[in-house]
Nanobody, 115 residues
Framework: QVQLAESGGGLVQAGGSLRLSCVAS????????MGWFRQSPGTEREWVSA????????FYADSVKGRFTISRDNAKNTVYLQMNSLKPEDTAVYYC????????WGQGTQVTVGS
């Protein structure tokens, strides 16, 4: 069973930045497209960003385009999400998973953006 461990969240003021990390236990991590997702209380989990297995292709939800940057280090089994110009509406628990969401979800990391 693949284990995913997200970290890097915290409390930040609007306009600030955070860098999230997600380490996967899967030894074939480098062969999978990966994504970041987020969930706010009372809402469904939504897709935020994705990166292809090579790292050469990146994709973003319109709500974060131009502010967030996804990247990966296959040697470290890690995917990152650099979040700049944070807004209160970015407040959520952030998770990573395979792009098709079929690995067991980790605990996520809480991001809280104050106004």
């Amino acid at each position: 069973q693949v284990q995913l461990a997200e970290s890097g969240g915290g409390l930040v003021q609007a306009g600030g930045s955070l860098r999230l990390s997600c380490v996967a236990s899967e030894r074939t991590f480098s062969g999978h497209n990966m994504g970041w997702f987020r969930q706010s209380p009372g809402t469904e989990r939504e897709w935020v960003s994705a990166v292809t297995w090579t790292g050469g292709g990146t994709f973003y939800a319109d709500s974060v385009k131009g502010r967030f940057t996804i990247s990966r280090d296959n040697a470290k089994n890690t995917v990152y999400l650099q979040m700049n110009s944070l807004k209160p509406e970015d407040t959520a628990v952030y998770y990573c998973n395979r792009e098709n969401r079929d690995w067991t979800w980790g605990q996520g990391t809480q991001v809280t953006v104050g106004s």
